[in-house]
């Protein structure tokens, strides 16, 4: 009888040795391309994922990471990323000195967003309008407003339900070049649209 039990432990031993990891951690890539990481801890040991598609395969004690392939893990995992929601999309558009007009390259993207938001079922739109610095505080304050309105408008007309979009102003508060006051920066004049 103990050699039976004996046997039957060594098999039970033998299996869970032969089982491999009882995890598996994939780094997708991001949504907007950027870089992002992983930290997974085990046993006060860390182990960083920070390339798309590297795997790390977990015991319970051990994180061990290696490069993955991203053909490989798309086609055994397709349902599963076919299931995620369609990724946001930001597209910026720039403006004039001190209007609500469009730089003229500004104006021939609208086509391009039109196409983005019709491939969306029902999606959330936030727009957000953005100014430089020449002008006072309060003035950059109404006149992103402007630039938020004005290009609402726009999505309106070209078919988004104006109850899907939601409209922000910020002023010369997120500029997205860094300046002094009074700087005429072409880059921080701008509206983002945010798609969801």
Not at 88 to 96: G, H, I, K, M, S
Not at 121 to 139: F, L, N, S
Not at 140 to 148: E, I, P, Q, T, V
């Amino acid at each position: 009888m103990v050699a039976l039990l004996w046997v039957v432990c060594l098999i039970a031993a033998v299996a869970q040795a032969q089982r491999g990891p009882s995890e598996h951690i994939t780094l997708l890539p991001s949504q907007d391309g950027k870089a992002s990481a992983v930290v997974i801890t085990t046993a006060g040991a860390d182990t960083v994922l920070d390339q798309p598609y590297q795997t790390a395969a977990i015991d319970g004690k051990h994180a061990v990471a290696s490069a993955g392939d991203g053909a490989e893990i798309r086609r055994r995992y397709s349902q599963l990323l076919d299931a995620l929601p369609q990724r946001a999309a930001v597209f910026t558009l720039y403006f004039v000195t001190d209007t609500d007009n469009l730089a003229p390259e500004s104006a021939a993207r609208l086509p391009e967003i039109k196409t983005q938001l019709a491939s969306r079922a029902i999606p959330e739109v936030i727009v957000i309008g953005h100014t430089d610095t020449v002008a006072k505080r309060e003035y950059n304050d109404a006149l992103s407003l402007r630039r938020a309105d004005t290009v609402k408008r726009m999505l309106v007309d070209i078919g988004i339900a104006e109850e899907q979009i939601v409209v922000q102003a910020r002023g010369e508060r997120e500029l997205l070049i860094p300046t002094g006051d009074g700087v005429d920066e072409p880059r921080n004049r701008r509206v983002e649209i945010r798609v969801r």
